[in-house]
């Protein structure tokens, strides 16, 4: 197999340093509790379905796609963990594993205006939904647990990830369900481009309970079928290419998003992936790899359509059907970009080229991204600009003799 | 409309070549008067939004005051989107947004394929309609009980594109922000951000919420919530009402203004993101006081350039202390005035930063400053002059509106007047 764009000069030099560059991701998924298993289990293709078990209490259907192992004191420890809702603890577990080498210690350097953009679909549904029923049967209606309050906040996962390890960069939380993720990164890469935050933690969650699954079933459209339902937290480290802590994983040259307003669900993927690649400075045809959001509804039909008119056949068979994780709500988007990395992370053909992901969600909302898929063993990243620091100090990387040309 | 206005010079502290940005239209829905005329009204006269609970049944909470939205018809307008595909924040969010586009002079073959940003903020979003699913599956005994028709429409998602379905606005970046009661200044400045890129011209940027069982109780238990009235930096202030209602405003780019003759209202001149990451619930204030700088740093403006600051203000303790410490903080011994429109309006969540932003546009429109109601004898812990009980007419040119959210996110907004300044 030939590399015809790896690691060329020219390919460098089309890196500006205001590039926004993927250098490190995290995800707590129905593949494990790290990236590590995500990645191997995205390549060996397997499924994940489950009996999730009785601790969940009675479900609409036997089978879902929950994280397992997910043992919130045991991973986080004692300290306010008792009331914690899955989602904070799913997106805390993920933050750690992205900020953190395997001492507990600090591996990414972070700064006061590194951020958290996190996307959600409605935050802890098992949190607010207990909350009013304790308020629905409790002897006085405001006889509810306050240690919970605090968790029904829909920013507080996004805020407990800043408290755990002291960001005081801008922190959001931003919802779109399956989209929310493409509209988190998004909203890193415009506060980046204002110079509000030098680094972000983007990412997005979703929780399983039994509340969001019944809330699921009652939503189903007719004639679709019963949800299989997933749920995590994936989170990407975003930098710009020049002041970047260490080598990019992937380049994202575009983001764009739609609302299908004409109930045409694969007219407004087909525009949106069209502006994206424009956009980008890029064509169909060169589309090494696409991860539709593989939604079990029509519009994840017509996504899959639109695409197949779109790109090449085979980039929709390079990455396993998202399928294989549940319809993981607000966690997909993020999963099918880590999907990505995971695939092209084995394959050396993949360095240097196009690929993208594309989000339809029941709310209405369509988002494509399209990236650079970048071998972080090569020297990818432009030379330092003059003037400009590195937070690291030492980077290697920081010495390619072609990026100066840029 | 249009009136003749020639750009004026960039004021000294903004970044070369960074794009300005305009407010050309504003929707409001408010317990104190929906639509702009009403609500200028209301903020004029000082009146008070407070009025018994109508939403859920309020039976041995031992109150039932709120500051809900009277008399509010959708249909007047929402005329394309079925009403039932949308809970009532989304109503809220719809019709703001069509008074905002109207006033602002935008036709919708004005908006079509344009490019631009939607982003309504919330607190709650349909957790109204989140407490009748739990009622449905409680009455039934089982949740095959719930509703899919509100199953389907209560993710938050929706507060931003249900607007673009309504206004056929397909081209859209339709971000809602989650960001508690901080959301609707986030929304107002991600459109800044947005058009400031030269990405886009055109964003419809504000908050909306509906008063529900879930704010109520929570605030209730958290003993947050007044038996009477809301008296911010009073020394007897008790605590929030909560309210409702929806904000949304009309961003542009100054040259997509300018070259359409829009009325400008007034310019979007920076605004300031910070996070505590210290405490869940509590407000800080460090984060506060970091958040207002940033702001001041991002707009260009000296601390005695300000003419008064829209506060946070919700009438907790915890609040208003804390935040006037770090008005004090930043501004010294003699802080501009600072009033709370939520004296008025109660605590409109997700809304309540974009009512007070428009509230802020309409100060300088209108040269008056809004007061800070049901005030009897300031704190001496909040040494503010708050404008109470009565309106001000006063030269307005430029205002701070802050917010903050649990979480321990802050967000800081700084408007001024277009054109006059040099």
Redesign the interface.
């Known amino acids: 197999m030939t590399r015809p764009l790896k690691s060329s000069p020219a390919d460098r030099a089309a890196l500006p340093p205001d590039t926004l560059v993927i250098t490190g991701w995290s995800a707590v998924s129905p593949y494990g509790l790290t990236g590590r298993a995500f990645a191997a289990g995205v390549r060996s293709g397997a499924k994940t379905a489950v009996a999730p078990g009785d601790a969940f209490g009675p479900l609409p259907s036997p089978e879902a796609c929950v994280v397992p192992g997910f043992d919130i004191k045991g991973l986080l420890g004692p300290v306010g963990t008792a009331k914690m809702d899955r989602l904070t603890a799913l997106t805390l577990v993920a933050s750690d594993d992205l900020l953190q080498d395997a001492e507990g210690n600090r591996s990414v350097p972070t700064d006061g205006r590194t951020g958290v953009v996190l996307g959600i679909s409605m935050g802890s549904l098992e949190n607010v939904t207990n909350f009013l029923k304790q308020s629905y049967t409790n002897a006085l209606p405001f006889h509810v647990d306050a240690g919970r309050i605090p968790f029904g906040s829909l920013n507080h996962a996004a805020g407990a990830t800043a408290i755990r390890h002291g960001l005081t960069g801008p922190n959001t939380t931003v919802a779109g369900g399956r989209v929310s993720g493409l509209l988190a990164l998004n909203y890193a890469r415009r506060l980046m481009g204002q110079g509000r935050a030098t680094k972000y933690l983007v990412g997005s969650a979703e929780e399983f309970s039994a509340a969001h699954a019944w809330i699921e079933h009652a939503a189903v459209a007719p004639g679709d079928p019963a949800p299989l339902l997933g749920e995590g937290c994936g989170l990407l480290v975003v930098e710009h290419a020049g002041t970047a802590h260490r080598p990019a994983l992937a380049a994202v040259l575009a983001v764009e998003t739609r609302v299908d307003v004409d109930d045409d669900p694969a007219a407004a993927v087909t525009a949106c992936v069209r502006r994206a690649l424009a956009r980008a400075g890029a064509t169909a045809e060169e589309v090494w790899a696409a991860v539709p959001s593989a939604a079990p509804t029509a519009a994840g039909r017509a996504e899959h359509e639109a695409l197949a008119a779109l790109l090449p056949a085979e980039a929709l068979t390079r990455v396993p059907s998202m399928e294989l994780l549940g319809d993981t709500g607000a966690a997909a988007a993020t999963f099918q970009i880590q999907a990505l990395l995971s695939v092209a992370g084995a394959e050396p053909a993949a360095a240097g080229r196009t690929a993208l992901v594309t989000a339809v969600d029941r709310d209405g909302a369509v988002g494509c991204a399209v990236l650079r898929l970048l071998d972080p063993a090569d020297e990818n990243r432009p030379a330092t600009e003059p003037g400009a620091t590195d937070p690291s100090g030492s980077d290697a990387d920081g010495t390619d003799p072609d990026g100066g040309a840029a | 409309m249009s009136t003749a206005q020639s750009p004026a010079a960039p004021r000294s502290g903004t970044p070369a070549g960074r794009r300005r940005v305009v407010l050309t239209g504003l929707g409001a829905i408010s317990s104190i008067g929906t639509g702009l005329e009403e609500y200028t009204a209301g903020l004029r006269a000082g009146r008070s939004g407070a009025r018994p609970i109508t939403r859920f049944d309020?039976?041995?909470?031992g109150q039932n005051i709120a500051c809900e939205v009277p008399d509010f018809e959708p249909e007047r307008w929402i005329h394309r989107v079925p009403l039932d595909d949308m809970g009532r924040a989304g109503q809220f969010a719809v019709a703001a947004a069509r008074m905002a586009v109207d006033d602002a002079g935008l036709t919708e073959a004005d908006l079509g394929e344009r490019q631009a940003v939607?982003s309504v903020g919330?607190?709650?979003?349909e957790?109204h309609d989140?407490?009748l699913?739990?009622?449905q599956?409680?009455a039934a005994g089982t949740?095959?009980a719930?509703?899919?028709v509100l199953?389907?429409r209560?993710?938050?998602?929706?507060?931003?594109?249900?607007i673009?379905?309504e206004l056929?606005?397909?081209?859209?970046?339709?971000?809602?922000?989650?960001?508690?009661c901080a959301a609707g200044n986030?929304s107002i400045g991600?459109g800044l951000?947005?058009i400031?890129?030269g990405e886009v011209d055109i964003a419809l940027c504000g908050g909306a919420d509906a008063v529900c069982?879930?704010a109520f109780?929570?605030f209730?238990?958290?003993g947050a919530l007044t038996p009477d009235v809301v008296r911010p930096f009073d020394r007897d202030r008790q605590g929030i009402l909560t309210g409702e209602g929806a904000g949304i405003l009309v961003l542009e780019s100054l040259e997509s203004a300018l070259a359409r003759g829009a009325h400008i209202y007034a310019e979007v001149l920076g605004y300031g993101?910070?996070?505590?990451?210290?405490?869940?619930?509590a407000p800080n204030r460090d984060?506060i006081a970091?958040g207002i700088r940033l702001a001041l740093e991002d707009a260009g403006v000296e601390r005695d350039e300000v003419d008064f600051i829209s506060a946070h203000g919700t009438g907790t303790k915890a609040n208003d202390k804390t935040e006037s410490a770090a008005i004090l903080d930043v501004y010294g011994d003699a802080p501009p005035r600072t009033v709370a429109v939520k004296s008025m309006l109660g605590h409109s969540m997700g809304a309540a930063s974009a009512l007070a932003a428009i509230a802020c546009s309409i100060a300088i429109e209108h040269q008056f400053i809004p007061p800070t109601i049901n005030h009897r004898e300031t704190d001496p812990d909040c040494p503010l002059d708050v404008v109470p009980n009565q309106a001000i007419d006063a030269e307005v040119r430029i205002v701070e509106n802050n917010s903050s959210?649990?979480?321990?996110?802050n967000a800081i907004l700084i408007l001024g007047t277009y054109g006059e300044r040099v």
């Open positions: 309020s039976e041995g909470f939607i919330t607190t709650d979003g957790s989140i407490g699913l739990v009622e599956e409680l949740p095959e719930m509703d899919p199953s389907r209560i993710n938050a998602g929706r507060l931003s594109t249900v673009a379905r056929r606005m397909p081209n859209v970046e339709p971000t809602t922000i989650t960001t508690a986030y991600y951000d947005a400031r890129s069982r879930k109780a929570l209730k238990r958290f993101l910070s996070c505590d990451a210290a405490h869940a619930t984060g970091r959210a649990f979480a321990g996110n």
